[in-house]
């Protein structure tokens, strides 16, 4: 409570979650509060953030579905705050960090205290300080001070690139000109194999070879879908605000992504 703005961050989360209620938005389910002290109780999510399982070295490894599953989740909380909910809810610090998960690996978005409401008809508003958090950052908050429903996209083009790349774009790589999206992009499509990360592949691979009736042909399976995933990230995170797509195109992109993954690896079982 010592910090100035703690107060105004706690208000603001307790407002944010009061009004939201979605399966993919983590649950409140009190608060406490004195003088001296500010608690929110949150459902408990014992998988712990996605930035933990992410750079774990205790052997945990995400699957391409996986993955793909928990990235819809989020998209499918951020279309809620954005076009489901009678104020637009902006978040403004989407990370890694950010994403939980319970006991049955479902995402849940957290982490409301700088998040800003949209009201009536706006569709940006100007912010008096730098939210957020640096890498994930749109960068249009530099150059115009102004927050949108296109801000929290780019942050989340971000997160998708590192979520299927196992690299932070605060990584020590990325100086001078290159950033984590224009490492991907140069790479795009033709050589994907060099930025994604490689324990999606060896996890096929190992599939591959414990279950003989996966046929090799798996794997470019896999590269096909790799490429629409980060397709669609290097889309949400374009420069240009306007050129981002809104997140309810998000949501249909991957399920597709994910449906057609799922049933391209059964007609490929079901034809041996």
């Known amino acids: ?27 409140i389910i009190t608060t406490c509060s004195n003088l001296d002290f500010r608690a929110l109780i949150l459902e408990y999510m014992p998988h712990g953030s996605l930035n ?42 989407l990370k890694p960090s950010n994403i939980l998960l319970n006991q049955d690996m479902i995402a849940h978005v957290s982490d409301f205290g700088i998040s800003k409401l949209l009201a009536g008809d706006e569709n940006s508003i100007t912010l008096t300080s730098m939210p957020g958090t640096v890498g994930y950052m749109a960068p249009e908050f530099g150059s115009t001070g102004k927050a949108s429903r296109a801000s929290d996209i ?59 009736s996966r046929p090799p042909e798996n794997f470019s ?5 790799l490429a629409s995933i980060v397709e669609l990230a290097l889309l949400c995170s374009r420069v240009e605000p306007e050129e981002r797509i809104p997140m309810t195109d998000v949501v249909v992109m991957l399920n597709k992504i994910k449906s057609d993954y799922s049933h391209s690896l059964e007609s490929k079982v079901f034809s041996t």
């Open 52 to 93: 933990d399982l992410l750079y774990s070295n205790d052997g945990r490894q995400l699957s391409f579905l996986q993955r793909v599953g928990i990235m819809l989740d989020v998209a499918m909380a951020m279309e809620y705050l954005h076009h489901q909910h009678f104020e637009a809810v902006l978040h403004c610090d």
């Open 221 to 225: 399976i896999l590269n096909t879908y």
């Open 154 to 212: 780019y942050s989340y083009g971000i997160v998708l690139l590192e979520v299927f790349t196992r690299k932070k774009p605060t990584d020590a790589m990325f100086v001078g000109e290159l950033s984590l999206r224009q490492w991907v992009s140069q790479a795009f499509p033709h050589e994907l194999s060099n930025v994604v990360d490689s324990s999606i592949v060896l996890d096929e691979l190992n599939n591959d070879i414990r279950d003989a």
């Open 1 to 27: 409570m010592q910090h100035e703005l703690a107060s105004k961050s706690f208000d603001t989360e307790c407002r944010a979650l009061r009004m939201a209620r979605h399966r993919n938005l983590v649950k």
